[in-house]
């Protein structure tokens, strides 16, 4: 059962009225994220072995190989319960400090897929009732931003809206139930575990930088086959050990196929459990449309050139590492995201492709752009501010940056017509 926050969209010192001008709107949204709470809790002792380095080392020698595959490596690493990355308490800039997302580069990301929100809304007929789903949502910085865009631009669409943040540490569940009752922002959030029950809805499901942090496979190809790269004990670390594929990927007809083509020593790293999350979460659409961002390609491009050494990263202090056995449990693990993966899953939930386009290119067709000409026209902009927000924008859109991260679009039940803006070309 989610948790229920109701409200209305003042914020005291804020005049509501402002919110629906143009003028003043980009300084009034600074202000107002200002004014969310963000719990920056004391950071845990790291100056000692990280207690995941024994339950890892208990789980490879209890293995009857001696060894386990990546993905029971990263659960561990990333879930366990007391000591997993995303289980932890401390929370710091960024994704939990360690790698920065987004929505937390500029309020300008959440603000502008806003945009793109708003005419699905539309697109759906303008529903009396409909629901964000957001999966992932942290401590709700995307959330908070969405909100405050779509009250902005459509107020008649924020009236039936319900957002729901689905998110899995208990931690940041309880900092956006308290970061959104003092902001007042929605008629309606709901905070949910990934566990609950969560009924049907009509609306948009929306992953923003989930799909790459599920547990992933490490697979090599050797003569036109595939084998698994598992984890074994080396020392007082850890290291790789091929073997025979263990039973998550023992089957993967697209990925099989493509190794005939690849060079020997070829490394893949692939996650089934992140197409089994949207398989399952695109149940739960009624009538909508799915939006997943992340960073990542098509399977083609994904698994090519210098990509075929294996993308398996570690994040730590905004730092990028391929070590990824340092410090279990302290450091952020990732792989690039198969967007072609992503759309098959969701075609087997019943699901049709709506689009697929970076970042950069979706961002700009929704008109992120506007957001520094309508900057220039505010009389209080100093032009520190103004430079800091183009630096943030430009982040967002450059192709060699964030703007190279995937989007796809799904849908169930609406018949587009013409793309979405996003995806136009």
Known sequence: MGLSVTADLSVPGVPEQELRDERGFSNTIAARRSRAPRTLAGMSDESTPSPLVEIIRAAITESPLGAIPLSRYMALALYHPEHGYYRRAEVGPGRTGDFLTAPEASPYFGLTVARQ?????????????????????GSGVLAYDILAGVAHDAPEAIDGLQYRLVESNPHRRAEALASMTAAGLGERVLISDPTDSM???????LGNEVADAFPAHR???????????LVTIDNDGFTWVEHDRSNDVSSLPEIEQLALTLPDGSILDVSPAASAWFRDAAQQLDRGIALLIDYGYRANELYSRHRLEGTLRSYRSQRVSDHPFSDPGRVDLTIHVDFS?????GIE?????AGFANQGDFLAQLGMGQFLLDLQNEPDMTAEDYLAA???IFRLIDPGGLGRFGVLGMTR????GQPLTGFRR
């Open 117 to 137: 929100l708003i005419e699905i809304w539309d697109r759906l007929g303008q529903p009396d009732a409909w629901e964000i789903r957001e999966f992932g949502a």
């Open 199 to 205: 009924p049907g809805f009509t609306g948009v499901l």
């Open 219 to 229: 697979l090599v190809v050797r003569a036109g086959a595939l084998r698994e790269c």
């Open 341 to 345: 993966a992503l759309e098959r899953a």
């Open 349 to 353: 939930a019943g699901m049709e492709p």
């Open 390 to 392: 183009k630096a943030a």
């Open 413 to 416: 039940r609406v018949d587009l």
